[in-house]
């Protein structure tokens, strides 16, 4: 079983739209959830993460862990063109060391 | 804004031939990772490294992969013969000590396209 699964994409909405983005994951020792973006030819870049099971918010953008379902998610309102890009999810039991998903590519139509 | 730089960005080279990566963290961090992504495929960690050792590694990490900070400045990513599967982007990251700002976060470099032929 792998250790991150990630829907490939990619998502196409409208600009405004509430955008979800999700992961599953199968190792229940993963204790960090990061969401990176990544833009075409560059590094990942870190969005947010959460610590835990929960919630967290940050602008526009919300990550929520449920680890009894080992399910990650990123919401995004409000979408922008600017938010255009591959969304990774990375997570992992240290800072050292992040198992990443394959990447959603999303685009947001203006 | 300080960032992670590496070199080259391109970097193409015959099948068995050894390549060095290049990367400059940032200036006071102290923590370095080597990541590679396949094309089409996902970020994959390589190695972690901190105190001149390394701290964690992975089973793609193997005898063919050493990796070494020469320098105050450097950190660097040997592989010693290359093959075919080796053609990746090839990130290098850092982070600042821990209980410091952004201590929580891999700062990612632009990547080394490497192509082996």
């Known amino acids: 079983q792998k250790e991150v699964e990630q829907d490939p994409g990619p998502l196409s909405v409208p600009e405004g739209a509430i955008v979800s983005l999700n992961c599953t994951y199968s190792n229940s020792a993963f204790q960090y959830f990061m969401w990176y973006r990544q833009y075409s030819r560059k590094g990942p870049e870190l969005l947010m993460y959460?610590?835990?099971?929960g919630n967290k918010e940050d602008g526009r953008f919300t990550a929520q862990v449920d680890k009894s379902s080992k399910y990650i998610s990123l919401f995004i309102r409000d979408s922008q063109p600017s938010d255009s890009a591959t969304y990774l999810c990375a997570p992992g039991d240290n800072f050292n060391k992040f198992y990443f998903g394959s990447g959603t590519k999303l685009n947001v139509k203006p | 804004e300080p960032e992670v730089t590496q070199t080259p960005s391109h970097q193409v080279t015959q099948m068995g031939q050894e390549v060095i990566l290049r990367c400059v963290p940032i200036s006071n961090h102290l923590y370095f990772y080597w990541y590679r992504q396949i094309l089409g495929q996902k970020v994959e960690f390589l190695v972690s490294f901190y105190n001149n050792e390394i701290s964690e590694k992975s089973e793609i990490f193997d005898d063919q992969f050493s990796v070494e900070r020469p320098d105050g400045s450097n950190f660097t990513l040997k592989i010693r013969s290359t093959k075919l599967e080796d053609s990746a982007m090839y990130f290098c990251a850092s982070s600042p000590p821990y209980g410091t700002s952004g201590s929580d976060e891999q700062f990612f470099g632009p990547g080394t396209r490497l192509t082996v032929l």
């Open positions: 959460t610590y835990s099971s």
